[in-house]
Structures are given as structure tokens and as C-alpha cells.
């Protein structure tokens, strides 16, 4: 299966959260590099790992800003 972003998507998104778009866009890019390296979140104990890691990648990127 292939992976893909769409940006308009991710802009829809940012804004019904009330967060920048880039932000949104460095989330869903981590997200999808967590899925392509084995993470899922199909089970809660699954999601809850998976997502931390995506924060964490999120954080540490705005962070070096």
C-alpha cells in the first residue's frame, strides 16, 4: 500500500483544531512515518504508544525552532 498526505486535508484539520497548519502537517508526516516503520493503532495499548511517540516527535521538532 502506498502513503500519502494530502495538504488541503491537513489544512481542514489545523483549523477545526484551532492549531497552525504546519503543525498539523509535521503530525500527520510523523504519523505516517510511525506506520511505515510498524506502529498501529487498531488496539488501544497500540494507539496509546504510537501517539505518544507522534507527540513527542511533534515537540521535539517545534522545540528546535
Known amino acids: ?3 500519502y498526505t494530502e495538504v488541503g486535508l491537513i489544512a ?3 483549523k477545526e483544531l484551532g492549531i ?14 510511525l506506520h511505515i ?3 498501529d493503532h487498531i488496539e488501544k495499548k497500540e494507539a496509546k504508544v504510537m ?3 507522534q507527540e ?3 515537540e521535539g521538532y517545534f ?3
Open 37 to 39: 516503520i510498524g506502529h
Open 20 to 33: 497552525p497548519t504546519k503543525e498539523e502537517f509535521v503530525r500527520m508526516l510523523a504519523h505516517g512515518f
Open 12 to 14: 481542514r484539520q489545523a
Open 63 to 65: 522545540s528546535k525552532k
Open 51 to 53: 501517539f505518544s511517540i
Open 1 to 3: 500500500p502506498g502513503y
Open 56 to 58: 513527542k516527535i511533534v
